[in-house]
């Protein structure tokens, strides 16, 4: 399961770097819960770092948007398994929590970029390992809309 949980942080780093043109970390310190991963913008020297999330999680799922946004849905934050989720819009450089929240908290779940521009998430598990076989839609609309 550690190996599933760093290649998902390596492929989000790479989609991120990819699409976006930025690139997230989430490093996980020894004891307790995971920081926030940090969003960072490239520019003509390197990079500089960029706000956290509101909400530190790991094991989370993330899509780009066709607006441009990345939104990050669920995960898990050290100790709980979460439903809610976040939208980073590249040109603020800010994060932003979505409206609602998903019925059942998950992780190590896939968020799916539908032809509608909504976003279905499927699977994962959620608190106590239980897996999930269940796909539902996940809120892009930010808090301050």
Known sequence: MHTMRRRR????????SAILGFSCSSPRGGGGGA?????????AIGFSSG???????RDFASVTLTNGKLLVACGFDGTNVLSSAELYDPAANAWTPTTGAMATPRRFHVATLRSDGKVLVTGGETTGGTILASAAPMSTTPESA
């Open 9 to 16: 942080l390596v492929g989000f780093a790479l989609l991120c």
């Open 35 to 43: 920081p926030a991963p940090v969003a960072t913008t490239s520019n």
């Open 51 to 57: 706000p956290p999330m509101n909400v530190a999680r």
